[in-house]
């Protein structure tokens, strides 16, 4: 089964910044929109942020101006720079990409990363 390979996350103090990525394998092909998604405990999945095959952006409002999502397509990898972190932006965060597989068109999530924000 294909599967996106996020790295990054962690624990980092309020204030702080965090970097997060996420590649999907070659054999996912003319990948549309990429993205992310958070879940904090007991809470529902929430859009995070989202990019489309021609760098076209959507935040979240309670990320805007502190996240920056970004992609690059010959590497087929996401990023999301997280600034100025609040303890509200605690949370697993889960990368997407929409492309093509075996020739279906497929939404394909990663495993998931932890970021925790705390003093």
């Known amino acids: 089964q294909v599967q996106l390979v996020e790295s990054g996350g962690g624990l980092v103090q309020p204030g702080g910044s965090l970097s997060l990525s996420c590649a999907a394998p070659?054999?996912?092909?003319?990948?549309?929109?990429m993205g992310w998604f958070r879940q904090a405990p007991g809470k529902q999945r929430d859009l995070v942020a989202t990019?489309?095959?021609?760098?076209?952006?959507n935040y979240a409002d309670s990320v805007k101006g502190r996240f920056t999502i970004s992609r690059d397509n010959a590497r087929n990898t996401v990023y999301l720079q997280m600034n100025s972190l609040k303890p509200d932006d605690t949370a697993v965060y889960y990368c997407?990409?929409?492309?093509?597989?075996?020739?279906?068109?497929?939404?394909?999530w990663g495993q998931g990363t932890q970021v925790t924000v705390s003093s």
């Open positions: 990019i489309t095959s021609s760098k076209n952006t």
């Open positions: 070659r054999s996912i092909v003319r990948v549309r929109t």
């Open positions: 997407y990409v929409e492309g093509y597989y075996a020739l279906e068109f497929k939404t394909v």
